[in-house]
């Protein structure tokens, strides 16, 4: 069974750097993009960007790009996603997910605060 | 980018009653692939979302049959034919035929 597994809940303040984490079990994990979603409290759903594990080729939505770092390691089947700088705006549920297999990691809940 | 808009953004049903949410996007989400790229999900609260319906009217894997997706082109519908206590929480539909993926508002759906 195709599970995604994330990492636990981050506190961090502004400014800080953060990498938070997604690894996948029950299948081949160079087979199957995975995507980034963001939602911050009370929110919707916004698509922040994709990684293509077998080449570590990215697609980010241009209201992320430059403030976020999608990466993969394939050979210990993680994907990561990454700020250098974190805001308080930064603060909100982070999930990944295949799109291609329907499936969904639990989320990371991300607070940032002084 | 894409703009997908939901209405109603909240709707409150009893339960057996049918209910109905729209999904319009700016542009056509048919691809020369014959395919629909428009998808349905559902958030129960304190959960990720999960698939209900996949290119336009396919019913994921374990969904009930209660559940179905119609539309063409830019129109779209999820419909619950009778609605169960179960059924309560967010749904939204989302396009994957243009990067960035984009997601509807979502409807708030209670009982």
């Known amino acids: 069974e195709v599970q995604l597994v994330q990492s636990g809940a981050e506190v961090k303040k502004p400014g800080e750097s953060l990498r938070i984490s997604c690894k996948g079990s029950g299948y081949t994990f160079s087979i199957y993009w995975i995507s980034w979603v963001r939602q911050m409290p009370g929110k919707g759903l916004e698509w922040m960007g994709r990684i293509d594990p077998s080449d570590s080729y990215t697609n980010y939505n241009p209201s992320f790009q430059g403030h976020v770092t999608i990466s993969a390691d394939k050979s210990i089947s993680t994907a990561y996603l990454q700020w250098s700088s974190l805001k308080a705006s930064d603060s909100a549920m982070y999930y990944c997910?295949?799109?291609?297999?329907?499936?969904w990691g639990q989320g990371t809940l991300v607070t940032v605060s002084s | 980018d894409i703009v997908m808009t939901q209405t109603p953004l909240s709707l409150s049903v009893t339960p057996g009653q049918p209910a109905s949410i729209s999904c319009k996007s700016s542009?056509?989400?048919?691809?020369?692939?014959?395919?629909?790229?428009l998808y349905w999900y559902l958030q129960k609260p304190g959960q990720p979302p999960q698939l209900l319906i996949y290119e336009l009217s396919n019913r994921f894997s374990g969904v009930a049959d209660r559940f179905s997706g119609s539309g063409s082109g830019t129109d779209f519908t999820l419909k619950i034919s009778r609605v169960e206590a179960d059924d309560v929480g967010v749904y939204y539909c989302m396009q994957s035929i243009q990067l960035p993926y984009t997601f509807g508002q979502g409807t708030k759906l209670e009982i």
């Open positions: 997910l295949i799109p291609a297999a329907a499936r």
């Open positions: 542009q056509s989400l048919l691809h020369s692939d014959g395919k629909t790229y």
